[in-house]
Protein backbone atom coordinates (compact mmCIF):
# COMPACT_ATOMS: atom_id res chain seq x y z
CA UNK A 1 0.00 0.00 0.00
CA UNK A 2 1.81 3.18 -1.05
CA UNK A 3 0.79 6.84 -1.08
CA UNK A 4 -0.75 7.66 -4.92
CA UNK A 5 1.34 9.12 -7.05
CA UNK A 6 -0.46 12.27 -6.96
CA UNK A 7 0.20 13.35 -4.03
CA UNK A 8 3.87 13.00 -4.95
CA UNK A 9 6.38 12.55 -1.99
CA UNK A 10 4.31 14.94 0.64
CA UNK A 11 3.81 13.64 4.15
CA UNK A 12 -0.26 13.01 5.02
CA UNK A 13 -1.01 12.95 8.96
CA UNK A 14 -3.99 12.45 10.01
CA UNK A 15 -6.88 15.21 9.78
CA UNK A 16 -7.55 16.34 13.53
CA UNK A 17 -11.47 16.47 12.98
CA UNK A 18 -11.62 12.42 12.04
CA UNK A 19 -14.03 11.14 14.56
CA UNK A 20 -15.10 7.42 14.98
CA UNK A 21 -18.71 7.07 15.57
CA UNK A 22 -20.49 3.95 16.21
CA UNK A 23 -23.62 3.06 14.44
CA UNK A 24 -24.78 -0.46 16.04
CA UNK A 25 -22.43 -3.53 17.49
CA UNK A 26 -21.02 -4.05 13.97
CA UNK A 27 -20.93 -0.98 11.98
CA UNK A 28 -18.86 2.12 12.71
CA UNK A 29 -18.48 5.57 10.96
CA UNK A 30 -15.23 7.60 9.93
CA UNK A 31 -16.33 10.94 10.12
CA UNK A 32 -14.58 14.79 9.06
CA UNK A 33 -16.26 16.97 11.10
CA UNK A 34 -15.04 19.77 8.89
CA UNK A 35 -15.94 18.46 5.65
CA UNK A 36 -18.86 16.66 6.59
CA UNK A 37 -17.64 13.37 5.13
CA UNK A 38 -19.11 9.91 6.08
CA UNK A 39 -17.42 6.30 4.98
CA UNK A 40 -19.17 3.77 6.92
CA UNK A 41 -17.16 0.75 7.80
CA UNK A 42 -18.48 -2.69 8.68
CA UNK A 43 -17.07 -5.58 9.88
CA UNK A 44 -14.04 -6.87 9.93
CA UNK A 45 -12.55 -3.15 8.84
CA UNK A 46 -14.28 -1.42 11.75
CA UNK A 47 -12.04 -2.85 14.54
CA UNK A 48 -9.01 -1.58 12.87
CA UNK A 49 -10.24 1.86 13.27
CA UNK A 50 -11.95 1.60 16.74
CA UNK A 51 -8.84 3.58 18.04
CA UNK A 52 -7.72 5.94 15.66
CA UNK A 53 -6.72 9.37 16.51
CA UNK A 54 -4.56 12.13 15.60
CA UNK A 55 -0.65 10.80 17.14
CA UNK A 56 -1.88 7.65 14.44
CA UNK A 57 1.11 7.73 11.43
CA UNK A 58 -0.41 7.02 8.34
CA UNK A 59 2.37 4.12 8.23
CA UNK A 60 1.29 2.66 11.61
CA UNK A 61 -2.23 2.87 10.06
CA UNK A 62 -1.48 1.04 6.93
CA UNK A 63 0.83 -1.36 8.54
CA UNK A 64 -1.98 -2.81 10.62
CA UNK A 65 -3.85 -4.29 8.24
CA UNK A 66 -3.22 -8.50 7.81
CA UNK A 67 -2.52 -9.70 4.71
CA UNK A 68 -6.13 -11.32 4.05
CA UNK A 69 -7.53 -7.64 4.53
CA UNK A 70 -5.27 -6.04 1.78
CA UNK A 71 -7.10 -4.95 -1.02
CA UNK A 72 -10.39 -3.88 1.41
CA UNK A 73 -7.16 -1.81 3.30
CA UNK A 74 -6.47 -0.08 0.26
CA UNK A 75 -9.72 0.85 -0.79
CA UNK A 76 -10.32 2.46 2.84
CA UNK A 77 -7.38 4.26 2.81
CA UNK A 78 -7.96 5.59 -0.87
CA UNK A 79 -11.37 6.96 0.13
CA UNK A 80 -9.66 8.11 3.31
CA UNK A 81 -7.64 10.11 1.36
CA UNK A 82 -9.70 11.67 -1.22
CA UNK A 83 -12.21 12.20 1.51
CA UNK A 84 -9.06 14.67 3.39
CA UNK A 85 -9.11 12.15 6.20
CA UNK A 86 -5.56 11.69 5.56
CA UNK A 87 -4.11 15.22 4.27
CA UNK A 88 -1.39 17.50 4.15
CA UNK A 89 -0.56 19.15 7.29
CA UNK A 90 -1.86 22.46 6.02
CA UNK A 91 -5.10 21.33 4.35
CA UNK A 92 -7.33 22.06 7.46
CA UNK A 93 -5.41 25.17 8.67
CA UNK A 94 -6.19 26.74 4.89
CA UNK A 95 -10.09 25.65 5.29
CA UNK A 96 -10.50 27.15 9.07
CA UNK A 97 -8.72 30.33 7.63
CA UNK A 98 -10.87 30.41 4.60
CA UNK A 99 -14.30 29.80 6.99
CA UNK A 100 -13.27 32.19 10.01
CA UNK A 101 -12.63 35.13 6.92
CA UNK A 102 -16.37 34.17 5.27
CA UNK A 103 -17.65 34.61 8.98
CA UNK A 104 -16.06 37.67 9.39
CA UNK A 105 -17.47 39.29 6.81
CA UNK A 106 -21.54 37.92 7.54
CA UNK A 107 -24.16 40.70 6.76
CA UNK A 108 -26.36 42.04 8.76
CA UNK A 109 -30.05 40.69 7.64
CA UNK A 110 -32.67 40.98 10.15
CA UNK A 111 -33.97 43.57 13.03
CA UNK A 112 -36.04 42.53 15.61
CA UNK A 113 -38.12 45.45 16.47
CA UNK A 114 -39.14 45.51 20.50
CA UNK A 115 -42.57 47.20 19.63
CA UNK A 116 -43.36 46.69 23.70
CA UNK A 117 -41.70 45.71 26.78
CA UNK A 118 -44.90 45.33 28.57
CA UNK A 119 -46.57 41.64 28.70
CA UNK A 120 -49.72 40.96 29.55
CA UNK A 121 -48.51 36.74 30.20
CA UNK A 122 -45.80 36.02 33.13
CA UNK A 123 -44.59 33.00 31.49
CA UNK A 124 -42.41 30.99 34.87
CA UNK A 125 -39.42 30.68 32.16
CA UNK A 126 -39.48 33.40 30.23
CA UNK A 127 -36.24 34.67 29.62
CA UNK A 128 -37.15 38.30 29.28
CA UNK A 129 -38.93 38.64 32.61
CA UNK A 130 -36.79 40.81 34.46
CA UNK A 131 -37.28 43.55 31.46
CA UNK A 132 -41.13 43.06 31.30
CA UNK A 133 -41.16 42.98 35.21
CA UNK A 134 -38.72 46.15 35.20
CA UNK A 135 -41.05 49.67 35.25
CA UNK A 136 -38.55 52.22 34.02
CA UNK A 137 -38.05 50.40 30.79
CA UNK A 138 -42.20 49.07 30.27
CA UNK A 139 -43.27 51.01 27.30
CA UNK A 140 -44.58 51.01 23.11
CA UNK A 141 -41.72 51.88 20.79
CA UNK A 142 -42.83 55.47 19.13
CA UNK A 143 -43.65 55.84 15.91
CA UNK A 144 -40.71 58.08 15.17
CA UNK A 145 -38.57 55.43 16.62
CA UNK A 146 -39.63 52.82 14.64
CA UNK A 147 -39.05 55.23 11.51
CA UNK A 148 -35.90 55.69 12.64
CA UNK A 149 -35.22 52.08 12.95
CA UNK A 150 -36.43 50.92 9.45
CA UNK A 151 -34.35 53.32 7.88
CA UNK A 152 -31.45 52.07 9.75
CA UNK A 153 -32.40 48.86 8.20
CA UNK A 154 -32.97 50.33 4.93
CA UNK A 155 -29.31 51.37 4.55
CA UNK A 156 -27.72 48.91 6.41
CA UNK A 157 -29.12 46.14 3.94
CA UNK A 158 -27.98 48.52 0.91
CA UNK A 159 -24.72 48.15 1.98
CA UNK A 160 -24.23 45.02 2.79
CA UNK A 161 -26.60 44.13 -0.36
CA UNK A 162 -29.08 42.22 1.33
CA UNK A 163 -31.87 41.34 -0.92
CA UNK A 164 -34.12 39.82 1.15
CA UNK A 165 -34.19 41.50 4.73
CA UNK A 166 -36.37 40.94 7.56
CA UNK A 167 -38.11 42.38 10.19
CA UNK A 168 -39.55 40.09 13.88
CA UNK A 169 -41.84 42.23 15.72
CA UNK A 170 -40.72 41.33 19.55
CA UNK A 171 -41.67 42.08 22.80
CA UNK A 172 -42.97 41.63 25.47
CA UNK A 173 -46.10 40.60 23.44
CA UNK A 174 -45.84 43.05 20.58
CA UNK A 175 -49.61 43.32 19.74
CA UNK A 176 -49.56 45.78 22.59
CA UNK A 177 -48.59 48.14 20.34
CA UNK A 178 -51.03 47.47 17.29
CA UNK A 179 -50.22 51.07 16.45
CA UNK A 180 -46.40 50.88 16.18
CA UNK A 181 -47.10 47.32 14.02
CA UNK A 182 -50.03 48.55 10.89
CA UNK A 183 -47.39 51.60 10.98
CA UNK A 184 -43.78 49.71 10.54
CA UNK A 185 -45.52 47.24 8.18
CA UNK A 186 -47.08 50.68 5.91
CA UNK A 187 -43.94 52.40 6.20
CA UNK A 188 -41.44 49.31 5.70
CA UNK A 189 -43.60 48.07 2.44
CA UNK A 190 -43.06 51.65 1.27
CA UNK A 191 -39.47 52.00 1.20
CA UNK A 192 -38.08 48.17 1.33
CA UNK A 193 -40.73 46.85 -0.73
CA UNK A 194 -39.02 43.11 -0.59
CA UNK A 195 -38.79 42.98 3.25
CA UNK A 196 -40.24 39.57 4.93
CA UNK A 197 -42.19 40.00 8.25
CA UNK A 198 -43.00 37.50 11.19
CA UNK A 199 -44.35 38.44 14.35
CA UNK A 200 -43.74 35.98 17.79
CA UNK A 201 -46.66 36.51 19.77
CA UNK A 202 -48.31 34.80 22.55
CA UNK A 203 -51.61 34.59 20.31
CA UNK A 204 -53.88 36.23 23.38
CA UNK A 205 -54.40 39.70 21.96
CA UNK A 206 -55.18 38.62 18.08
CA UNK A 207 -58.66 39.61 16.76
CA UNK A 208 -60.24 39.67 13.44
CA UNK A 209 -58.83 43.33 12.52
CA UNK A 210 -55.89 41.88 13.27
CA UNK A 211 -55.80 39.36 11.59
CA UNK A 212 -57.16 40.89 8.42
CA UNK A 213 -53.41 43.31 8.70
CA UNK A 214 -51.45 40.44 9.06
CA UNK A 215 -52.74 38.64 6.02
CA UNK A 216 -52.65 41.34 4.05
CA UNK A 217 -48.91 42.10 4.74
CA UNK A 218 -48.25 38.74 4.30
CA UNK A 219 -46.43 38.51 8.27
CA UNK A 220 -46.04 35.05 9.55
CA UNK A 221 -47.24 34.66 12.88
CA UNK A 222 -45.02 32.45 15.42
CA UNK A 223 -47.66 31.48 18.33
CA UNK A 224 -46.42 30.63 21.62
CA UNK A 225 -48.18 27.80 22.84
CA UNK A 226 -46.33 24.69 25.04
CA UNK A 227 -49.08 21.81 24.10
CA UNK A 228 -52.89 20.77 25.32
CA UNK A 229 -54.60 23.03 28.61
CA UNK A 230 -53.36 21.32 31.02
CA UNK A 231 -49.40 21.48 30.21
CA UNK A 232 -50.12 24.87 28.36
CA UNK A 233 -51.25 26.18 31.62
CA UNK A 234 -48.33 25.05 33.78
CA UNK A 235 -46.03 27.55 32.59
CA UNK A 236 -47.74 30.29 30.77
CA UNK A 237 -49.90 31.79 32.87
CA UNK A 238 -51.11 35.84 33.06
CA UNK A 239 -50.48 38.26 35.87
CA UNK A 240 -53.41 36.87 38.17
CA UNK A 241 -51.16 33.25 37.54
CA UNK A 242 -54.26 32.18 35.26
CA UNK A 243 -53.39 29.75 32.46
CA UNK A 244 -53.84 31.60 29.08
CA UNK A 245 -54.39 28.03 26.61
CA UNK A 246 -58.33 29.30 25.89
CA UNK A 247 -57.02 32.81 24.69
CA UNK A 248 -54.47 31.17 22.76
CA UNK A 249 -56.45 28.55 21.06
CA UNK A 250 -59.26 31.43 20.03
CA UNK A 251 -56.53 33.41 18.20
CA UNK A 252 -54.85 30.71 16.47
CA UNK A 253 -58.09 30.07 14.92
CA UNK A 254 -59.43 33.58 14.24
CA UNK A 255 -55.81 33.44 12.44
CA UNK A 256 -56.56 29.91 10.44
CA UNK A 257 -60.09 31.16 9.71
CA UNK A 258 -58.36 34.39 7.75
CA UNK A 259 -55.91 32.00 6.05
CA UNK A 260 -52.51 33.67 7.95
CA UNK A 261 -49.81 32.19 7.68
CA UNK A 262 -49.36 30.46 11.61
CA UNK A 263 -46.69 28.27 13.01
CA UNK A 264 -45.91 27.33 16.63
CA UNK A 265 -43.59 27.87 19.17
CA UNK A 266 -42.83 25.53 21.81
CA UNK A 267 -40.63 25.92 24.47
CA UNK A 268 -39.26 22.34 25.82
CA UNK A 269 -39.94 22.74 29.86
CA UNK A 270 -40.07 20.01 32.85
CA UNK A 271 -43.74 20.57 32.05
CA UNK A 272 -44.30 19.18 29.10
CA UNK A 273 -40.54 17.17 28.47
CA UNK A 274 -41.98 13.75 29.04
CA UNK A 275 -44.77 14.10 26.81
CA UNK A 276 -43.48 15.85 24.20
CA UNK A 277 -44.40 13.24 21.07
CA UNK A 278 -48.36 13.81 21.83
CA UNK A 279 -48.07 17.12 22.63
CA UNK A 280 -46.22 17.29 18.41
CA UNK A 281 -49.28 14.51 17.73
CA UNK A 282 -51.83 17.18 18.64
CA UNK A 283 -50.37 19.92 17.35
CA UNK A 284 -50.51 18.37 14.24
CA UNK A 285 -53.66 16.27 13.94
CA UNK A 286 -55.77 18.45 16.58
CA UNK A 287 -54.62 22.07 15.40
CA UNK A 288 -53.65 21.31 12.04
CA UNK A 289 -50.88 23.30 12.40
CA UNK A 290 -47.90 23.73 9.45
CA UNK A 291 -45.10 24.82 10.98
CA UNK A 292 -43.28 23.60 14.61
CA UNK A 293 -40.18 24.98 16.18
CA UNK A 294 -38.87 23.58 19.56
CA UNK A 295 -37.15 25.42 21.83
CA UNK A 296 -34.39 24.70 24.31
CA UNK A 297 -34.64 26.91 27.39
CA UNK A 298 -32.49 29.44 28.19
CA UNK A 299 -30.71 30.11 31.64
CA UNK A 300 -28.22 28.64 34.23
CA UNK A 301 -31.10 26.49 35.56
CA UNK A 302 -28.75 26.69 39.19
CA UNK A 303 -26.35 23.73 38.86
CA UNK A 304 -24.52 21.68 36.52
CA UNK A 305 -26.90 18.49 37.51
CA UNK A 306 -30.17 20.44 36.48
CA UNK A 307 -28.54 21.53 33.53
CA UNK A 308 -26.67 17.91 32.20
CA UNK A 309 -30.45 15.97 33.17
CA UNK A 310 -32.47 18.53 30.93
CA UNK A 311 -30.73 18.95 28.27
CA UNK A 312 -30.15 15.18 28.11
CA UNK A 313 -33.50 14.27 28.28
CA UNK A 314 -34.93 17.50 26.30
CA UNK A 315 -32.22 16.37 23.31
CA UNK A 316 -33.48 13.12 22.96
CA UNK A 317 -36.76 14.22 22.75
CA UNK A 318 -36.71 16.86 20.22
CA UNK A 319 -34.68 14.11 17.79
CA UNK A 320 -37.84 11.77 18.71
CA UNK A 321 -40.38 14.51 17.72
CA UNK A 322 -38.46 15.86 14.75
CA UNK A 323 -38.79 12.21 13.64
CA UNK A 324 -42.28 11.85 14.56
CA UNK A 325 -43.35 15.73 13.01
CA UNK A 326 -41.64 14.27 9.10
CA UNK A 327 -43.45 11.01 9.34
CA UNK A 328 -46.37 13.38 9.19
CA UNK A 329 -45.24 15.98 6.76
CA UNK A 330 -43.71 18.67 9.24
CA UNK A 331 -40.40 19.65 9.72
CA UNK A 332 -39.41 21.03 12.91
CA UNK A 333 -37.38 24.22 12.48
CA UNK A 334 -34.94 23.67 14.91
CA UNK A 335 -34.11 20.26 13.83
CA UNK A 336 -33.70 21.81 10.53
CA UNK A 337 -31.10 24.32 11.50
CA UNK A 338 -28.67 20.82 11.85
CA UNK A 339 -30.18 18.62 8.71
CA UNK A 340 -29.79 21.50 5.95
CA UNK A 341 -25.85 21.92 6.79
CA UNK A 342 -25.71 18.38 6.69
CA UNK A 343 -27.48 18.06 3.64
CA UNK A 344 -26.34 20.62 1.64
CA UNK A 345 -22.57 19.88 2.94
CA UNK A 346 -21.97 23.46 4.06
CA UNK A 347 -20.73 24.70 7.44
CA UNK A 348 -23.32 26.04 9.68
CA UNK A 349 -21.33 28.60 10.81
CA UNK A 350 -23.83 30.05 13.92
CA UNK A 351 -27.42 29.33 14.77
CA UNK A 352 -28.54 32.18 15.80
CA UNK A 353 -28.13 35.86 13.61
CA UNK A 354 -27.88 37.45 17.14
CA UNK A 355 -24.27 36.24 16.47
CA UNK A 356 -23.29 39.70 14.45
CA UNK A 357 -26.45 39.67 11.48
CA UNK A 358 -29.06 41.08 13.29
CA UNK A 359 -30.25 44.73 14.68
CA UNK A 360 -32.25 44.84 18.15
CA UNK A 361 -33.94 48.05 18.51
CA UNK A 362 -35.55 48.73 21.92
CA UNK A 363 -38.22 50.78 22.50
CA UNK A 364 -36.09 53.58 23.47
CA UNK A 365 -34.47 53.90 20.38
CA UNK A 366 -31.15 52.15 21.95
CA UNK A 367 -29.13 49.39 19.03
CA UNK A 368 -27.93 46.38 20.17
CA UNK A 369 -27.01 43.05 19.20
CA UNK A 370 -28.87 40.44 20.96
CA UNK A 371 -32.91 40.43 22.70
CA UNK A 372 -31.73 39.02 25.29
CA UNK A 373 -29.75 41.38 26.43
CA UNK A 374 -33.28 43.56 27.46
CA UNK A 375 -32.95 42.51 30.44
CA UNK A 376 -29.86 44.49 31.66
CA UNK A 377 -29.79 46.49 28.21
CA UNK A 378 -25.74 45.35 28.28
CA UNK A 379 -24.48 45.56 24.71
CA UNK A 380 -27.38 47.99 23.70
CA UNK A 381 -25.68 51.33 22.24
CA UNK A 382 -26.37 54.12 20.27
CA UNK A 383 -26.31 53.96 16.61
CA UNK A 384 -26.40 56.77 14.13
CA UNK A 385 -26.34 55.50 10.76
CA UNK A 386 -25.46 51.91 8.81
CA UNK A 387 -21.76 52.49 8.36
CA UNK A 388 -21.57 53.64 12.06
CA UNK A 389 -23.06 49.71 12.69
CA UNK A 390 -21.34 47.52 10.36
CA UNK A 391 -18.02 48.56 11.74
CA UNK A 392 -19.26 48.56 15.45
CA UNK A 393 -17.28 46.96 17.91
CA UNK A 394 -20.04 45.08 19.51
CA UNK A 395 -21.46 43.33 16.19
CA UNK A 396 -17.72 42.67 14.97
CA UNK A 397 -17.15 40.85 18.11
CA UNK A 398 -20.60 38.90 18.34
CA UNK A 399 -19.82 38.01 14.42
CA UNK A 400 -16.86 35.76 15.72
CA UNK A 401 -19.16 33.78 18.47
CA UNK A 402 -19.08 30.62 16.04
CA UNK A 403 -17.67 26.88 16.46
CA UNK A 404 -14.83 27.35 14.16
CA UNK A 405 -13.93 30.66 16.37
CA UNK A 406 -14.05 27.98 19.86
CA UNK A 407 -11.21 25.86 20.66
CA UNK A 408 -13.46 23.03 22.18
CA UNK A 409 -16.11 23.36 19.63
CA UNK A 410 -12.79 22.19 16.86
CA UNK A 411 -12.71 19.23 18.88
CA UNK A 412 -16.37 18.12 18.39
CA UNK A 413 -17.96 15.36 16.26
CA UNK A 414 -20.60 18.46 15.41
CA UNK A 415 -18.72 21.17 14.24
CA UNK A 416 -19.51 22.06 10.89
CA UNK A 417 -23.40 21.99 11.52
CA UNK A 418 -23.65 22.81 15.13
CA UNK A 419 -23.89 26.47 14.47
CA UNK A 420 -22.93 26.87 18.45
CA UNK A 421 -26.64 27.25 20.12
CA UNK A 422 -27.19 30.94 21.79
CA UNK A 423 -24.65 33.49 22.87
CA UNK A 424 -26.97 34.75 25.58
CA UNK A 425 -27.28 31.20 26.88
CA UNK A 426 -23.53 30.71 27.01
CA UNK A 427 -22.68 33.67 28.96
CA UNK A 428 -25.72 33.73 31.69
CA UNK A 429 -23.27 30.78 32.63
CA UNK A 430 -20.23 31.49 32.47
CA UNK A 431 -19.73 35.52 31.50
CA UNK A 432 -18.47 34.67 28.23
CA UNK A 433 -20.27 34.62 24.84
CA UNK A 434 -17.55 32.80 23.47
CA UNK A 435 -18.04 29.85 25.67
CA UNK A 436 -20.00 26.96 25.17
CA UNK A 437 -23.92 26.77 25.34
CA UNK A 438 -23.50 23.31 27.36
CA UNK A 439 -27.85 22.05 26.05
CA UNK A 440 -27.68 23.40 23.08
CA UNK A 441 -23.88 21.09 22.79
CA UNK A 442 -25.64 17.81 23.74
CA UNK A 443 -28.61 18.37 21.19
CA UNK A 444 -26.84 19.07 18.16
CA UNK A 445 -24.69 15.83 19.00
CA UNK A 446 -27.45 13.64 19.58
CA UNK A 447 -29.11 15.22 16.45
CA UNK A 448 -25.90 14.39 14.69
CA UNK A 449 -25.69 10.82 15.42
CA UNK A 450 -29.35 10.52 14.70
CA UNK A 451 -29.16 12.11 11.29
CA UNK A 452 -25.92 9.49 10.64
CA UNK A 453 -27.92 6.46 11.72
CA UNK A 454 -30.37 7.83 9.27
CA UNK A 455 -27.70 7.85 6.31
CA UNK A 456 -26.80 4.30 7.32
CA UNK A 457 -29.92 2.56 6.93
CA UNK A 458 -31.33 4.57 4.30
CA UNK A 459 -27.82 3.39 2.48
CA UNK A 460 -28.36 -0.08 3.26
CA UNK A 461 -32.18 0.06 2.26
CA UNK A 462 -30.52 1.00 -0.94
CA UNK A 463 -28.33 -1.85 -1.22
CA UNK A 464 -31.11 -4.42 -0.83
CA UNK A 465 -33.25 -3.08 -3.59
Given at each position: M???P?????M???S?Y?H???IDE?T?V??????????F?????FHY?E?IN??T??????????????S?????I?RM??????????E??I?I???????NQ??????Y?ILS????LR?RYC???????????R??M??????K?V????DTI????I?????I??G?????????L?????????V????KF?????????????A??L??YD???S??ID??KKIH???RV???????????IA?I???Q??N?K?S???T??????N?LR????????????K?????????D???D???????YT?????VGCYKLAKD??I???RM????????K???N?????????Q?????NG?V??CQ???NT???F???G???E???H????????R?????D??????AL?V?GG?????A??VS?D?M?L????CA?????L??????LW????????V
Amino acid sequence: MGIPPYLGEKMLTLSRYTHVLKIDENTSVLWNSLRMRAIFLGDPLFHYVEHINSETSFDDFKGQFPISLASNADELIQRMIEQKFWINQEEDQIKISEIRDRINQLPVAIMYLILSTKCNLRCRYCYLSKSVKNNCRRGNMPIKTIKKAVDLLKDTIKTNGIHDPEIIFYGGEPLLNPKGLLFTLKYTRRVIPNCKFTINTNGTLITDAIAKILKQYDVLVSISIDGPKKIHDQERVDVQGQGSFDRVIAGIKILQDHNVKTSVSCTISPANMNSLRETIEWFIDDLKVKGIDLNLMLGDFGNDQIRSEYAYTASKQLVGCYKLAKDKGILIDRMMRIVRPLAKGTANFNSCAGCGQQIVVAPNGLVGVCQGNLNTMQDFVEIGDASELIDHQLWTKWRKRSPFNIDECLKCEALSVCGGGCPYSARLVSGDIMSLNTIYCAFAKEALHSLIVELWNNKKAKSMV
